[in-house]
């Protein structure tokens, strides 16, 4: 079926697709471009301005005559709350839907207290930041939440989560619902980071690695233009690649010589005291390599080598055009890239390296909430979505 013959709902639907890009038409642009008369483009714009999803904005230039009216998507017509859960930390924001940050908390919060505590944080801090805005429940459009393991996305489930227990299998969409009437989408955190990085920074790429190296370590993968997901949601677990040099250590999944386990913050905060370095964390790796100690440098720029060694593989398998390097321990700045691009510039084939950036995280902090706000509003703006709303 055309759009010239589709059904009211379905057309108004199909007629936004073009204007959520934010880039103003005229009428007379939009009819050139679907083919539609230009009483069924007016009818459809004036059903679109009834929901407050378009809004007129400054005329152009006439060139005789009134000046045409242009239109374009209205950020402010609706807002969406993303929250990006890591491992030790979690941030909340609300967002309009242009993917703005409208206001933001982030505090400490240990994921491995379970779903119900985590998820009643989320909630709570929900309501007050609406409330801090001037907002309800009533303007939210979507939820989307980042969480640090496997999600069956279908569902929106933890699935076997390594560093969540309590988690496996819980209805994380169900329960935020109970207590927030609002669409909730959950994705695997890394992920969403990778969602949040080409939105930020590259959002004409179309082949995308976004490596998180923090608590745990783990990459979210764009090909296509498409975030990829795997068959059973863990497509990107770097983290639990076996690299050579991990002979003998032991990872919490159960195996041994995990990526994760030696590259990781608390891996790199491990070997350092086995060195005679005080270090607790991940934390205390950042500040000791900002001070400038050459034994957390030098452990950096290993981990970084380390990294390099699984991302080789990645490179001939995906070929992206950027990885970005980002997560807590993205913070040493420059000496754990320089570890990746040692191995991978040297390793991989000319070819898949002549035009490969591998670079810190533009969108650095914010990646979670970016990538989950893009996840909310690609759900609160879809053609399903809209038709559902026209209709009604």
Known sequence: MSIETAPNVSGVSQLFQLLRDGVPRTRAELAKSTGLARSTIAARVDELMRMGLITPIAETVSTGGRPPSQFALNPSARLVLAADIGASHATLAVTDLAGSIVVEHGEPLDVSLGPVPVLTWLVDNAVALLERIGRSTDDVAAIGVGIPGPVE?????PVNPPIMPGWDRFDVP???QQHLDVPVLVDN???IMALGERAAAYPGVEHLMFVKVATGIGAG???GGALQRGAQGIAGDIGHVRVARGAGVPCHCGNQGCLEALASGPAIARALRAQGVPAENGNDVVDLV???NIDAIQA???AGRDIGEVLTTCVSLVNPSVIAIGGSMARVGEHLIAGVREVVYTRSIPLATEHLAIVQSVAAQNAGVLGASVLAIEHA???ETLSSLVSA
């Open 189 to 191: 955190d890394v992920n």
């Open 174 to 176: 169900g329960w935020v």
């Open 221 to 223: 993968v764009i090909s």
């Open 381 to 383: 703006l879809s053609p």
């Open 153 to 157: 996305h279908s569902t929106g489930q």
């Open 300 to 302: 950096v720029r290993q």
């Open 290 to 292: 900002k001070r400038g």
